[in-house]
Nanobody
């Protein structure tokens, strides 16, 4: 069973940066496509980015492209989301999720973390 734990959230001013981590236990993260999602109060959950298990290629939502960068460190069994130039509209609970699949990008994820709060405010 794969378990995911997010960390790195917090309060940051507009224009600032945060790096979120998604640490996995139970199984090697290298075999999984990993996605970052976020959900703001009163809004539906939305996909932020995903990283492929085969070649580490990434995809990003248009709203974060050029500001967020996703990466993985298989030796540490951890995936990261570097968030730069943060905006108030990036405020949300951020979740990482994983699925073992050859489909890219996947539509369904099997494993989810508990989430970490990111608040962008002055």
């Amino acid at each position: 069973q794969l378990q995911l734990v997010e960390s790195g959230g917090g309060l940051v001013q507009p224009g600032g940066s945060l790096r979120l981590s998604c640490a996995a236990s139970g199984l090697p993260l290298a075999n999984y496509v990993i996605g970052w999602f976020r959900q703001a109060p009163g809004k539906e959950r939305e996909g932020v980015s995903s990283i492929n298990s085969r070649d580490d290629s990434t995809v990003y939502a248009g709203s974060v492209k050029g500001r967020f960068t996703m990466s993985r460190d298989n030796a540490k069994n951890t995936v990261y989301l570097q968030m730069n130039s943060l905006k108030p509209e990036d405020t949300a609970v951020y979740y990482c999720a994983a699925v073992e699949t050859m489909i890219w990008p996947p539509a369904v994820y099997d494993y989810w973390g508990q989430g970490t709060q990111v608040t962008v405010a002055s």
